[in-house]
Nanobody, 123 residues
Framework: QVQLVESGGGLVQAGGSLRLSCAAS????????MAWFRQAPGKEREIVAA????????YYADSVKGRFTISTDNAKNTLSLQMNSLKPDDTAVYYC????????????????WGQGTQVTVAS
């Protein structure tokens, strides 16, 4: 079992920045592939970024490349998402997720989910 708790969402103006954090507990953090997903109203949940430990693989959706950075702090069992140059289209509920095995981009292949944190980008 893995428990995930997100924090850091909020309201920001377009062009601004936010940093999301996900605290993981329950099992060894570094044995899981970790990811950030988001879901906007009326849309499907989509992957934003993901990180696999071994071999090391990092994935970003095209829509966030160059603006978002996923990072991990193994000592603190924390996953972060630094979001810069935010756009109104980034408005969504952001979820932290975890799975064992290879990095994938499909939400239903992830076994563990946080409760989500709202990110709203005003134009």
């Amino acid at each position: 079992q893995v428990q995930l708790v997100e924090s850091g969402g909020g309201l920001v103006q377009a062009g601004g920045s936010l940093r999301l954090s996900c605290a993981a507990s329950g099992r060894t953090f570094s044995t899981f592939t970790m990811a950030w997903f988001r879901q906007a109203p009326g849309k499907e949940r989509e992957i934003v970024a993901a990180f696999q430990w071994n071999p090391s693989i990092t994935y970003y959706a095209d829509s966030v490349k160059g603006r978002f950075t996923i990072s991990t702090d193994n000592a603190k069992n924390t996953l972060s998402l630094q979001m810069n140059s935010l756009k109104p289209d980034d408005t969504a509920v952001y979820y932290c997720a975890a799975k064992q095995g290879w990095l994938t981009r499909t939400a239903n292949e992830y076994d563990y989910w946080g409760q989500g944190t709202q990110v709203t980008v005003a134009s």
